[in-house]
Each structure stands twice: as structure tokens, then as C-alpha cells.
Nanobody, 121 residues
């Protein structure tokens, strides 16, 4: 079974930065496309960013483009989310997912437990 674990969440002031990490381990089958999603209380789980298996192609939600950067360790199922210029509306539980992706889709096969990010005013 594949396990996905996130870390790096915490409390930060508006305008500050955080860096999230995620690793997929266990019975993995090669390299996965991976991504970050977030869910605020009472809200749906929304896409934030994702990255191809090679790490060459990235995709971002409009709300975070220019502020967040997704990256991955070379040829590894480990990804990061560098979050800069954080806003209170970024407050949410951030989830990491591993699966399959292409130019127009991403299918999450494995999910992490989530890590809380809280941005204060």
C-alpha cells in the first residue's frame, strides 16, 4: 500500500511564507504525478498545484499562481510547495495526492492525511 505524508504546515502571518513537503512511500509503482489540494472548513477540496512525473510540467490554480511554487525531488515521489505572500484566504488543510496526470486531467489514487496551514491577519 502507498502512504502519502505531508508536513510543514503551521501558523504564519499574512505576507509570510511556508514550505510544505510530501512523500509517497511504501508499495509504490514508479514515479507518480503528484499535486496539492486544500480544503477550508465548510468548503470543498480544491486544486492548488500539481506536477508531472518528470517535474518538468507544473499547473497552478489561478488563486495561487505567482505566489506558490510546486517542485519535486528528481526522480522521486517527493514534492514540495513553496508558499509565499500568504493570505488569510489561504488558510486550509492542505492535502497531497499521488496519481496519474496529463495536460487536462489529474487522477488522485492516494491521499495524505493533510497538514493545517493557518494564515493570520
Amino acid at each position: 500500500q502507498v502512504q502519502v505524508v505531508e508536513s510543514g504546515g503551521g501558523l504564519v502571518q499574512a505576507g509570510g511564507s511556508l514550505r510544505l513537503s510530501c512523500a509517497a512511500s511504501g508499495r509504490t509503482t514508479g514515479t507518480y504525478a503528484m499535486g496539492w489540494f486544500r480544503q477550508a472548513p465548510g468548503k470543498s477540496r480544491d486544486f492548488v498545484a500539481r506536477i508531472s512525473k518528470s517535474g518538468v510540467t507544473t499547473y497552478y490554480a489561478d488563486s495561487v499562481k505567482g505566489r506558490f511554487t510546486i517542485s519535486r525531488a528528481n526522480a522521486q515521489n517527493t514534492i514540495y510547495l513553496q508558499m509565499n505572500s500568504l493570505k488569510p484566504e489561504d488558510t486550509a488543510v492542505y492535502y497531497c495526492a499521488a496519481g496519474e496526470g496529463g495536460a487536462t486531467y489529474f487522477t488522485a489514487n492516494f491521499w495524505g492525511q493533510g497538514t493545517q496551514v493557518t494564515v493570520s491577519s
